[in-house]
């Protein structure tokens, strides 16, 4: 269990399980086919802006980006009264490794956001809430990488417990 093919070690420094490397490289390419269809029907369109669908809990620098609109202009627009930010701004985070964001194609001054900014604050306000674990205070987003340490930890130890079971050593 502690050899052989079991993890993808990637120019960043990063190591995952083989099993969860597969997971997260079909999820990505299937992300990214995604994206090319709402480019596409955003060319059709004639589309001028993205939004960037909003999720709990995302990463940090993400923060901001989840359930706004952006122009796609290189100085942003504003269009009666409402300013939207460039969609360069954010274009490079939504090309980082695992994002959970999609953009999808809007035509700015027409396209309804999905949430409001009453809607849209209340969500962002919950993710930066707190709550105490085991002596020591979370957000949402330190709590699921907690859960994912924990989680992958468990699967190394099913495997020891699998390999030492099919090898008949009990005393493993």
């Known amino acids: 269990s502690d050899s052989g093919i079991r993890t993808v070690d990637y120019a960043t420094g990063y190591s995952r399980r083989l099993d969860t490397a597969v997971r997260q490289n079909v999820l990505w390419g299937v992300k990214q086919c995604a994206q090319g269809v ?38 942003g627009v504003t269009i009666d009264g409402r ?26 001054g027409i396209s309804e956001p999905t949430y409001d900014d009453d809607e849209l604050a209340a969500m962002k306000a919950n993710d930066c809430r707190k709550f105490e674990f085991e002596g020591r205070e ?20 099913k495997d020891r417990a699998n390999l030492f079971a099919a090898s008949g050593d009990d005393d493993g």
């Open 38 to 75: 709402s480019e596409q029907v955003g060319e059709e369109i004639g589309a001028d802006g993205w939004e960037i669908s909003y999720h709990s809990n995302p990463r940090p620098s993400h923060e901001a980006m989840g359930g706004r609109l952006y122009a796609d202009s290189e100085r």
């Open 138 to 157: 979370y957000t949402g987003y330190e709590a699921s990488q907690v859960q994912r340490r924990l989680e992958t930890e468990i699967r190394r130890q």
């Open 83 to 108: 300013y939207y930010p460039p969609f360069s701004e954010v274009a490079a985070l939504l090309e980082e490794y695992n994002c959970l964001h999609y953009k999808f194609p809007v035509l700015l």
